[in-house]
């Protein structure tokens, strides 16, 4: 491995003139606009309790906890007596039916979220959920359940027991956030963490519609990082997602996190550090920087790690309280664009309390690469006010929305470079926890944005699950 080098050093605080930013955009394409088509209620008493600053329900990287898919829409969630559900609806219906897939939550753990995948080679639903650093609980529809869901009856008789395998691949003891993804040949993977925080690595396996495969780790949790402050020889890489563009390519934004608090000013921060970038034009199995060097292989010895040269595109040491698993989208020509967030510099060269310093200072950025290849950043103009994730979605005509902690929408048109941001929706009146979750299918399928969201509560008091639908640019 050679040491590790930074691409796109200057983006650091730096914001872009739409002269260098503007993405591929006609003067008649519209600006970004919400405009709120419906609210529907999910479950007025969803399991409320908040642990790691988030809701078991609401977690934002909690990928495809809503989707979409052939006219319906799906969502899971846990009941005020803890049993895992799934709802579904025909798209625009205000009515959801659900059903139980028969396993209640363990814990009070937020970390322990539902994630839902389709493989549309059967056309089957598949639930992962209820795991962190330990086992995971897994179920899965009937064949077709997806494919006809005018013809096949909404019923739990639907789905198969509960199982701890992926039908008998049983993966790892140490399990943590599943990640399901349709690929461009029909087939679903998995991604997930092997491993803890500070010492995990990435892992994917795939469904073929007649068996799963364990396609192995693809990065490693070892090598030296060096601070100005100190040195850590154990690491896990957070992604901020995992998605294929429509031309086939997978693409995933991470943070590092390392395990020896030494590489921080001060002990009260978190060891994050560096926005990097990898793709894969196999499905997974290599992996290349920006650059398009291969950096890591499947479930061989060369991984992706902290000393690969090329890997970081937005560099930043670990004193700003920089946000894991925030969240990443493509646009329509299949780049990749990204929000983080921290605490910039302007507000101090060290956090020394992670949530609080976020709470008061952080901000969320969008890193995107453009047209000729170079990546950009440009700052949202809007205090956090929390210390949480920021979801990202891109329209029918690349224009961007950052939605924010509590269900705030900010948007930016391609037509500017993305550096018009602006307040579209002021969600006052929801009374939103904070992070949400949003349906990343139903843009593409039928120009709407739908938000995930759970009515702010106290202690373990059960609250309101809704989900707000907003109509973008036609």
């Not at 829409?73 to 625009?92: E, K, L």
């Amino acid at each position: 491995m050679k040491r590790r080098t930074v691409l796109g050093a200057a983006l650091a605080g730096a914001v872009v003139s739409p002269a260098l930013g503007a993405a591929t955009a006609r003067a008649a394409d519209p600006g970004p606009s919400v405009s709120q088509t419906g609210t529907t209620l999910l479950d007025s008493q969803a399991i409320y309790f908040v642990s790691y600053d988030g809701l078991v329900n609401n977690n934002a990287f909690q990928k495809n906890g809503l989707l979409t898919y052939k006219g319906h829409q799906y969502a899971v969630w846990y009941t005020a007596d803890r049993n895992a559900v799934v709802g579904r609806r025909a798209v625009g219906s205000g009515t959801w039916s659900t059903v139980k897939v028969g396993h209640t939550l363990r814990y009070n753990d937020s970390h322990n979220v539902i994630s839902m995948g389709v493989s549309k080679v059967d056309g089957r639903l598949h639930l992962n959920m209820d795991s962190h650093s330990d086992g995971f609980t897994y179920v899965k529809s009937v064949a077709g359940l997806m494919d006809n869901p005018a013809g096949l009856s909404w019923t739990t008789s639907r789905f198969g027991a509960p199982q701890s395998t992926l039908d008998g691949l049983a993966l790892t003891s140490q399990f943590t956030y599943p990640q399901f993804l349709s690929t461009p040949d029909g087939k679903l993977q998995l991604s997930y963490r092997v491993g803890i925080s500070g010492n995990g690595r990435n892992a994917l396996a795939e469904y073929d519609g007649t068996s799963w495969t364990n396609l192995g780790e693809w990065s490693s949790s070892t090598g030296t990082y060096t601070s100005e402050h100190g040195s850590s020889t154990a690491r896990n890489m957070y992604l901020h997602g995992i998605d294929y563009d429509r031309n086939g390519r997978l693409h995933s934004f991470f943070t590092w996190r390392e395990q020896n608090g030494a590489v921080m000013c001060n002990g009260g921060g978190i060891t994050n550090h560096d926005t990097g970038y990898v793709y894969s034009d196999d499905r997974g199995r290599t992996w290349r920087s920006n650059a398009g060097t291969v950096v890591g292989t499947t479930g061989g010895s060369d991984k992706v790690a902290v000393t690969d040269s090329g890997l970081v595109v937005d560099p930043l040491n670990p004193d700003h309280s920089l946000m894991n698993q925030e969240s990443q989208f493509t646009d329509s020509a299949g780049r990749p664009h990204a929000i983080i967030s921290y605490v910039p510099g302007r507000f101090g060269q060290c956090t020394t309390n992670y949530v609080a310093d976020r709470t008061a200072g952080g901000r969320a950025f969008h890193v995107r690469r453009n047209a000729s290849g170079s990546w950009q950043k440009t700052e949202i103009p809007v205090a956090l006010g929390s210390s949480q994730r920021t979801k990202l979605a891109l329209d029918t005509y690349d224009n961007a929305y950052a939605i924010l902690p509590f269900g705030r929408i900010w948007g930016a048109s391609a037509a500017s470079g993305y550096t018009d941001w602006k307040s579209l929706f002021d969600p006052s009146a929801l009374n939103a926890f904070g992070e949400v979750v949003i349906d990343e299918t139903r843009i593409a399928q039928d120009n709407v944005l739908s938000v995930m969201y759970q009515v702010k509560s106290s202690g373990t008091t059960p609250s309101a699950l809704r989900v707000i639908d907003f109509a973008l640019p036609a």
